[in-house]
């Protein structure tokens, strides 16, 4: 596959595992926080891109007055460790909130004549305590100062002076650059060496950081190392200065051009796009791309996974996750779809669920909004936390849809960007920004101030802000189970109001329209003289009317709804209100007799499965329930829907033809066509004989038609429908002999026909199928002195 090439030509090989750098930002965006430690120990914060300070321009100061200046210092995530001059520790874990509160940890007891290496911070979440454990190298040993002791570790391995430090993020190893040139990794509590790494230089890198948990990197300038758990390096070179930044799957590499992030391939990732890769998911991407090609090679792959389809899917989805690249995102989540396809018993809802956390991961990489996650750091900082870096990063409108997108309360969001823009509009004076907050919609219906707001709305040109006062005029009559003739008096006067709320409950909810129309839930509520000021024009009669025809056909897609249940009873009288609005305009007198019509048959419909226990007459037509009624044997009944419905004869014999013929009963079809002559003829019964497949009952009743035309088709259609004659059966066999004689019959009803032509095309297909009938038909063509070769 050489998409699979192009993927992991990319990678680097460390002992058993690849790594790869993903460019994530070029040119690198600004657009986050800023925090700066001066020298004197005070904490500036800065937003990003326009460098103004966040929230005010006074520092904070975090070092005692008497402390001296900053000697060192490591920050983590929300916290900072400081090494004064005068070698004491002192530890913010609040640098985000507006009044940090620094401590100061144990003295760890630095004689004079020595010096402080290098420190490391173990964050607060892996110490037992709750409390950050500051590591500092101090000559030969390590120094673990808490906030109550100072232990020393390290003498009995004997590693010398520790020149650079960096700790692990799970919390339990500790990155060793040791004076010999020596990288070591021992557990934080220095009881033994795990790895050992003798590297080509004794000069201590500038930087040290993990990138997970199984390898190590050392920067030097141009030179970037990285040593995994075999000793196996990999050097990458840069011609400029570089940042690296520890995360817990991998590290983000900033330069003064853009952004990488290095971390570890996924096995996932690996499986599908590993150079020769022949695994389930590999095969179920490549069927992928060959059913997009429209190849047969799709099928035999996914005939090679069939037994392993959901690990495959599983693998698909999971490599998508960890993917920068849209394009590439979409590419496994094709493949995922069309094994889903395949295999039933996979949850769905892994797919769905990495679908919604991939558009979230893809918003917030944005370059315009600059926060780079992974798949697995989203999960370990979680969306409630997501959502906070956005609004602090004022990135208001997208943490709303996120909130939304995720369904978390959007109130958090709400109520930071409101207190941003009064911190922003610092300049107005306070009576003027008091007047304008007074005026908002929404605190007017705060204060059941509702005409003033709809007023403001409709002024205002919004319409969102139209239906948010209409929605809450509505609910509140909903809860305090007032009059609704307070809701339309407030929107009748305002035209707009009226027709949104109108146009809203008409195309989306007809439920509220329903409660508008109907509250009380009785129909003089609508044209009551009371309402006439409402009503006064046929269009809302047609609208209510409509509404009563639709929540009736809802009632009757219910299960429950039909079949002569308790329901029955509503359906028919929605349909019965909406036939007396119907019948107030001119204009619709057939929705009104149709309603009316409806109404009375599901009525009579009703009876039937009452008399007869049996639900199977609800929700079909008049003729249906009449075919029913004759089929069950109780023909009075079919007379009387036929009565009440005025079915006209000739239909009758039609459905009781059909019906009789169904049930097999052919005396009483034979005794109902001898009753008097049908009004629209004994083509009903020879249909009827023909659809039941029973060709002696047909011939009773073939030669009773008067169009010759149609005698000889229902010979013809008798013949063929019946297949009495098989090429393969011999002639003198009886069904040879009948399929003949029909040939014959039909012959003779054709010859009464005057148009040649159309005798010609009706026959030459019945009787050119064997050669007895074609001897018929030599005969006939003389008499009729057709014309031409047969």
């Known amino acids: ?114 010096q402080v290496l290098c420190m490391a911070v173990v964050e607060p979440q892996f110490v037992m305590s709750g409390s950050p454990e500051v590591l500092l190298a101090v000559g030969d040993r390590v120094l673990a100062v808490d906030e109550d002791d100072v232990q020393t570790l390290g003498l009995e391995l004997e590693i010398g002076p520790v020149q650079k430090m960096a700790v692990s993020p799970n919390g339990k190893l500790l990155a060793a650059f040791a004076h010999d040139g020596r990288l070591l990794v021992i557990p934080t509590d220095f009881s033994k060496i795990i790895f050992e790494y003798e590297c080509d230089s004794a000069l201590p890198p500038d930087q040290i950081a993990w990138c997970g948990l199984d390898s190590v990197l050392l920067y030097w300038s141009e030179a970037l190392l990285m040593v995994g758990p075999n000793g196996d390096p990999v050097l990458y070179n840069y011609d400029e200065p570089i940042k690296l930044i520890p995360e817990c799957d991998g590290v983000r590499i900033l330069s003064n051009s853009n952004m990488e992030f290095l971390h570890r391939v996924p096995d996932s990732t690996t499986s599908i796009f590993g150079i020769g890769s022949m695994s389930p998911a590999a095969l179920l991407y490549d069927a992928r791309d060959h059913y997009d090609k429209q190849s047969a090679k799709a099928y035999d792959n996914y005939q090679l996974i069939s037994s392993s389809l959901p690990e495959a899917i599983e693998a698909c989805i999971d490599a998508a996750g960890h993917e920068f690249d849209i394009s590439r995102q979409h590419a496994l989540l094709r493949a995922a779809t069309y094994g889903l396809a395949f295999c039933s018993q996979f949850p769905h809802e892994r797919f769905q669920e990495m679908c919604k956390t991939l558009r979230v991961l893809n918003a917030v990489r944005d370059p315009q909004i600059g926060m780079p996650l992974t798949i697995q ?147 003089q509520l609508v044209i009551s003289p009371s309402m006439s000021y409402f009503l006064n024009y046929r269009e809302k009669l047609q609208d209510a009317a409509f509404l009563l025809l639709k929540e009736s056909r809802e009632l009757e897609r219910n299960p429950m709804a039909s079949k002569g249940s308790p329901l029955h009873g509503p359906q028919v009288r929605l349909i019965e209100q909406a036939h007396r609005l119907f019948a107030e305009t001119k204009e619709h007198v057939f929705e009104s007799k149709a309603s009316e019509e409806h109404a009375k048959l599901l009525r009579s419909q009703h009876e039937l499965e009452v008399s007869t226990k049996q639900a199977i007459f609800v929700g079909s037509s008049v003729s249906d329930t009449i075919k029913t009624c004759i089929a069950m044997g ?157």
């Open 377 to 523: 750091q989203y999960k370990l900082l979680t969306a409630p936390v997501l959502i906070g870096r956005l609004i602090n990063a004022n990135q208001h409108l997208l943490a709303l849809r996120i909130s939304e997108y995720l369904n978390l309360n959007p109130e958090v969001v709400i109520m930071h960007w409101a207190c941003e823009k009064i911190t922003a509009s610092a300049a107005i004076p306070d009576t003027v920004l008091l007047e304008g907050l007074l005026d908002k919609i929404p605190l007017l219906l705060s204060i059941d101030e509702q005409d003033k707001a709809l007023s403001k709305a409709i002024e205002s040109g919004d319409t969102d802000l139209v239906y948010l006062v209409l929605f809450h005029i509505w609910q509140k009559v909903a809860v305090e189970k007032s009059a609704p003739l307070d809701f339309f008096g407030v929107i009748n006067a305002r035209p707009l109001a009226r027709d949104l709320f109108m146009a809203y409950a008409r195309h989306s909810k007809h439920e509220a329209l329903k409660d508008f129309f109907l509250s009380t839930g009785r129909l």
């Open 1 to 114: 596959m050489s998409s699979s090439v192009s993927v992991a030509a990319e990678w680097d090989l460390l002992s058993d595992r690849f790594y790869r750098r993903i460019t994530v930002y070029s040119p690198l965006p600004c657009s986050l926080n800023l925090v700066a430690l001066l020298s004197d120990g005070s904490l500036l914060r800065f937003r990003l891109p326009d460098l103004k300070p966040n929230p005010s321009p006074t520092p904070v100061p975090l070092l005692p007055t008497s402390s001296g200046g900053v000697a060192d210092a490591a920050f983590w995530g929300g916290g900072v460790a400081v090494l004064t001059e005068d070698n004491h520790v002192v530890v913010t874990t609040d640098i985000d909130a507006a009044d940090p509160h620094p401590r100061e940890f144990a003295d760890p007891c630095v004689g004079q004549d020595e």
């Open 634 to 790: 109780n023909e009075r009944a079919a007379l009387k829907v036929k009565s009440e419905f005025k079915v006209p004869d000739k239909r009758w014999y039609w459905l009781k033809s059909c019906a009789l013929a169904t049930v097999g009963n052919w005396d009483a079809l034979e005794k109902f066509s001898k009753e008097r002559r049908p009004p629209g003829g004994y083509k009903p019964f020879v249909e009827a004989c023909i659809d039941a497949g029973q060709k002696t009952e047909a011939l009773k009743y073939i030669p009773k038609l008067t169009d010759p035309r149609e005698r000889s088709e229902r010979y013809k259609n008798k013949g063929c429908k019946i297949n009495f004659f098989d090429e393969k059966t011999p002639k003198s066999t009886p069904n040879a002999y009948a399929r003949i004689k029909m040939a014959k019959e039909a012959a003779e009803a054709a010859s009464q026909v005057k148009d040649s032509d159309e005798l010609f095309g009706r026959l030459k297909l019945t009787l050119a199928q064997n050669t007895a009938a074609a001897s018929i038909f030599d005969t006939l063509r003389d008499r009729l002195s057709f014309q031409g070769t047969y």
